[in-house]
């Protein structure tokens, strides 16, 4: 009976310290964890977005424009190619999405409908109707007087408020009459 008494004892302070040291550090990985999921699951909007960003820039690159005007008999035309000029930045001020989401304003000349048809987001075709993380800009060196040559698709963030903003770029260039894309999004900082 005595055996039997010393074998059901509980457990000592030494085995118990072990098991609160144990959960201890598993919390202390859980939580970093769930942190590094979150913020990846944010970025992946720049990420998403200059890509959607890209591809409507090269979309406008390969719609052939050609003048409006009547031809007279016997005269031809040939399509030119252009990049979209550059864009107003959305949202102005980076302090807009410092640690905080941002939502466009919509209408007519406002934000993304900012422009003319040869402008920034109304050539690209490109709107983000929620609220946004990110600060995106599209910006060519294509003007007036010249079809352009490259341009660049930025998206900015300050995910924790910290002001170290944290920059994401999707690039092209025209290389023989076609465009040709970055194969991956460069980023700076992306945990910020």
């Not at 008494?5 to 085995?15: A, I, K, P, Q, Y």
């Not at 550090?25 to 959607?52: P, Q």
């Not at 399509?79 to 949202?91: I, N, Q, R, Y």
Request: aromatic share 8%; net charge positive.
């Amino acid at each position: 009976m005595i055996r039997k008494h010393r074998n059901s004892r509980g457990f000592t302070l030494v085995e118990l310290m072990i098991v609160v040291a144990i959960v201890g550090i598993l919390a202390a990985l859980a939580i970093f964890g769930v942190k590094k999921y979150v913020t990846n699951a944010k970025t992946a909007e720049a990420r998403n977005t200059l890509g959607m960003i890209a591809k409507s820039g090269a979309g406008a690159w390969a719609k052939e424009i050609m003048p409006g005007t009547i031809l007279a008999d016997g005269a031809t035309v040939g399509g030119a190619s252009a990049l979209c000029k550059s864009s107003v930045a959305v949202p102005a001020s980076t302090d807009d999405i410092k640690g905080l989401k941002y939502q466009s304003k919509t209408g007519a000349g406002l934000d993304y409908n900012n422009g003319s048809a040869d402008t920034g987001w109304v050539c690209l075709k490109f709107t983000m109707e929620g609220p946004q993380y990110y600060q995106y800009q599209y910006t060519s060196d294509s003007s007036a007087s010249s079809p352009g040559t490259k341009f660049d698709a930025v998206a900015k963030g300050d995910l924790n408020g910290d002001g170290v903003l944290s920059t994401f770029t999707r690039s092209a260039e025209v290389r023989n009459g076609s465009i040709v894309l970055s194969p991956q999004v460069l980023e700076d900082k992306p945990d910020e």
